[in-house]
């Protein structure tokens, strides 16, 4: 089981917010994902055996959010 941590950049409502969770908790290997608004941060918990951070990116560059790099 792995965890991660990324910023996004984009969310600011609920809708937002169920669309992230929704479609990073259908990327397969996902068994935890909870977006917090205030800090743009989705928080994912994740078998690393069957999902990599890159799957969990592209759900939510796919709902139309940016994931920031952990260094800008």
Do not use: W
Not at 44 to 67: H, N, P, R, S
């Amino acid at each position: 089981m792995a965890n991660q941590t990324l910023n996004v950049r984009g969310m600011t409502c609920n809708h937002c917010k169920e669309a992230v969770e929704k479609s990073v908790g259908a990327v397969d290997g996902v068994n935890d994902v909870s977006v917090n608004l205030e800090s743009g941060e989705v928080a994912v918990g994740f078998d690393d055996t069957k999902a990599a951070v890159e799957d969990i990116k592209d759900a939510i560059e796919d709902q139309g959010y940016e994931v920031i790099p952990t260094n800008e």
